[in-house]
């Protein structure tokens, strides 16, 4: 009677385990197949951070446009009130400050466009659903280097009196 109910034990005990252990392969293939409502709505939170951080980047690139374009403008409006000032155009060409006002407002308007480019780019990949990091080439590297061009004309022409 006692080796019975051993038996009656260890086979009800083996039943329980194999219950258990189809219901963890269920619920493992449930889990492979729907995400849960945590990974959903972390998911979902990550993709807003990073749609607000683009708008925010986006909002910096117009920032950095308006100044560009502004000291361009400025610039030459400078120079010509300068030279309407004195009545004569002297050692302060005209041509010179037209050149490089007209620059920085160049520079200004491609990176408005860089950076909404920029920013279209990075809301189009956060609407697929395979969202991953791709690399992308260096705009503001781009706009800096043209920048300080600009920058060293600009100095070589004051310093050589080009």
Avoid at 124 to 130: F, G, H, I, V
Avoid at 148 to 158: F, K, P
């Amino acid at each position: 009677m006692g080796a019975s109910r051993d038996t009656v034990l260890s086979s009800s005990a083996m039943n329980a385990m194999n219950d258990m252990n189809a219901m963890n392969a269920m619920n493992d293939n449930q889990t492979q197949t729907t995400p849960s409502p945590l990974t959903s709505l972390t998911n979902e939170l990550a993709r807003e951070r990073n749609r607000e951080a683009a708008d925010r980047t986006l909002l910096a690139w117009i920032r950095t446009s308006l100044a560009m374009i502004s000291l361009g403008f400025g610039l030459e409006s400078l120079s010509r009130a300068a030279i309407n000032f004195q009545g004569r155009q002297g050692d302060f060409p005209l041509l010179k400050a037209k050149l490089f006002g007209a620059s920085l407002v160049l520079l200004g308007i491609l990176a408005t466009l860089a950076g909404m480019w920029e920013h279209r780019h990075v809301l189009m990949a956060l609407c697929r659903e395979d969202y991953h990091y791709e690399k992308r080439p260096a705009i503001a590297m781009w706009m800096g280097m043209s920048l300080v061009g600009v920058g060293l004309a600009a100095l070589t022409a004051i310093l050589f009196g080009l």
